[in-house]
């Protein structure tokens, strides 16, 4: 296996290998430490940063589907200062690449994190567009392209480092907020956020999470991340890095092959925290008893 080469470029950042820590699923990274090498990892998307320190939605905040979890955990983080000064100084440590996840309820909140972040020891930047706009009646960045195309423009110019949009899914037509993102100057896309869903307790009446609705991940949005990510690499010339339900080594190759230069792993790592280690291994069995050397091979190799 030590032939094996799994080095990816996206937007000019070098991965050893194209698994991500999803941003929300692992913490800082830290908190995996003490089971995981965090050397091992291509990147870690660390858990969404505000502009100020967040409580998050009242409990309870995480409940499980078929073949998911339902979350709405509200971003609790301890604000972007506190990443900077007592966080980042230790996750450096680490040989992996950091990305630092960003979310705002204003285009100016967004700015200002991702000003202040310029200076920052990070190698990535990624913009969440999925957070409600309280400006525009809390509708979500997300959902407009022209949103997409002007916050995606604005934050450029305040991010020193390579800028990734992250998208969500919950939108009539991907490709076209995709299109937005790239034409914005967006360096990379990632994709896809959580569907929108709920659960209800029947005994009770009410609904089981204590917001009410939440974010859907897992296995049972796969099909459709998958479909989206394809769909996606038709349309921009940008790297995507793709994401949604991924669970095994051949899943990782799945999305390869849609058209995802690297890929995110998430809801896994609550079910394991080795999982991200065992889909590696997984993603080089793979290659080995396929004889494929070069991850290169897989990307965009769908054939239709």
């Known amino acids: 296996m030590e032939n094996l080469k799994l080095n990816v470029n996206v937007a000019g950042v070098h991965f050893k290998n194209p698994l991500i820590a999803a941003s929300g699923t692992f913490g800082f990274g830290l908190e995996y430490k003490d089971y995981i090498d965090l050397n091992q990892l291509g990147g870690i998307s660390v858990t969404g940063l505000t502009l100020e320190p967040r409580k998050g939605n009242p409990p309870p905040r995480i409940v499980e589907t078929p073949s998911g979890i339902l979350n709405s955990v509200g971003l609790q983080n301890p604000g972007v200062e506190y990443f900077i000064e007592s966080v980042l100084p230790e996750l450096k440590q680490y040989n992996t690449i950091i990305i630092a996840n960003i979310n705002g309820n204003s285009l100016d909140e967004y700015c200002h994190m991702a000003s202040r972040l310029q200076q920052a020891d990070i190698h990535m ?82 609904p089981v999470l204590g917001n ?21 690499s038709k349309v921009v010339d940008i790297p995507i890095i793709g994401m949604g339900g991924i669970m095994t080594g051949q899943e990782v190759v799945e999305f390869l092959l849609a058209g995802a230069t690297a890929v995110s792993v998430g809801t896994a790592n609550l079910v394991s925290p080795n999982s991200m280690i065992e889909i590696l291994n997984e993603l080089k069995n793979y290659m080995v008893n396929n004889k494929i050397f070069d991850i290169h091979e897989l990307i965009g190799g769908l054939i239709v």
């Open 212 to 232: 009410i609705t939440g974010g859907l991940s897992g296995p049972a949005i796969k099909p459709i991340a998958l479909r989206m990510v394809w769909q996606v």
């Open 125 to 206: 930047l990624e913009l969440n567009l999925s957070c409600p706009n309280v400006k525009q009646g809390g509708v979500s960045f997300g959902t407009d392209p022209k949103m997409v195309y002007s916050i995606t423009k604005a934050v450029k110019k305040h991010s020193y480092q390579p800028l990734v949009v992250k998208l969500t899914p919950n939108v009539t037509d991907i490709t076209e907020i995709a299109l937005a993102a790239q034409q914005g100057g967006a360096d990379a896309i990632s994709l896809v956020n959580t569907f929108l869903g709920m659960a209800i307790d029947v005994k009770t009446r009410r």
